[in-house]
Every structure is written in structure tokens, then in C-alpha cells.
């Protein structure tokens, strides 16, 4: 049995997961099932309704692309947990938070700059792709370290636009 605290906004859910493959959430039953589509890319099913979701991972962190809108989700093991309640960090030194495109896109709008102080959910960068536009949001606080994204540029799945710090 795996279980797994997962974040999203400022709601918790405790995840657990079976040896044979059986889901909970909060302690009741689902039908949730995962499927990897390609590496970024997950199929999401539940409760008769399947999304569509992109995913990357930002140092602990993932920003998930889902219906145009992007989240910060935190997922936290067992252990992730012990080690938050003992007060030690698993992690040392500066942290670091990149920004990647989750698709292929253009780059309409850049709405920071290198040394801007940003706040978690406001806007870094808008791109289009398959004629919609996406504004990609910082995920936690910080300042803007370095700027990749350019205005009227293509960028590439996974591409480097910005770096929190």
C-alpha cells in the first residue's frame, strides 16, 4: 500500500494506493485510473469522465496543465511527511523553480522581467497553441531569475522559459 498526500490550492487529499492497483481517496473508494499518454502526458479517469492532463514537474512541485488552466499540485510520500513534521529539510541550499512549456506553442505575451518579484498564481507568460491561449502562472512566490521566453517566438514541448528562484 502506497499513500500520498496531494496538494492542490489549499485543498488536501490523502491518496492511498493498493498492491492491486485498488484507489481511496480520503479514505473512499474511486475508480481513478492514471495512464501515461507520452511523458508529460496522462489520461485521467473517474467517475465516468476522462481529462486529458499535461504534467511537469518543478523541483518538488508539479504544474499541471488541465483545460487550460495551470495548477500547482505538491505530492508528498509517507516519509516527505515524517520528514516535514521533524522539521528537517530533505532538501539544502537555494530553491529553484524552472518553467518549461508544456506543449508546443508561440510566445504572445511575457508579462515579467529578470529581478521581478512575483507571487504563487500570478501570470509569467502567455503562449497559444492549437489556437488557445495559455497563461502560465508561478506556482509558489519568489523572484524571477532568468527570462528564456521571447515575444513572437516558437518554443518546443519542455522548452526553458523562466527561472524562479
Known amino acids: 500500500m502506497s499513500t500520498f498526500t496531494v496538494t492542490i490550492a489549499d485543498s488536501i487529499y490523502k491518496v492511498t494506493i493498493e498492491p492491486d492497483g485498488s484507489t481511496s481517496i480520503d479514505g473512499v473508494p474511486t ?3 492514471i495512464r501515461n499518454a507520452d511523458t508529460t502526458t496522462f ?3 473517474a467517475k465516468g469522465s476522462t481529462e486529458r492532463i499535461v504534467c511537469q514537474r518543478n523541483e ?3 504544474a499541471v496543465l488541465l ?3 495551470q495548477h500547482a499540485v505538491t505530492v508528498e510520500t509517507e516519509r516527505d511527511q515524517l520528514i516535514k513534521q521533524y522539521g528537517r529539510k530533505a532538501e539544502s541550499g ?3 523553480s524552472e518553467i518549461h512549456a508544456p506543449m508546443p506553442a508561440l510566445v504572445v505575451k511575457v508579462e515579467v522581467c529578470e529581478g521581478d518579484e512575483v507571487e504563487a498564481g500570478q501570470g509569467l507568460c502567455i503562449l497559444e497553441a492549437m489556437k488557445m491561449e495559455n497563461e502560465l502562472k ?3 512566490s519568489g523572484r ?3 527570462v528564456f521566453a521571447k515575444e513572437g517566438k516558437t518554443v518546443e514541448k519542455n522548452e526553458l522559459l523562466i527561472v524562479l528562484e
Open 31 to 33: 475508480s481513478l485510473t
Open 43 to 45: 489520461v485521467l479517469s
Open 60 to 62: 518538488g512541485d508539479f
Open 67 to 69: 483545460d487550460g488552466e
Open 94 to 96: 537555494h530553491v529553484r
Open 138 to 140: 508561478a506556482h509558489r
Open 144 to 146: 524571477v531569475r532568468q
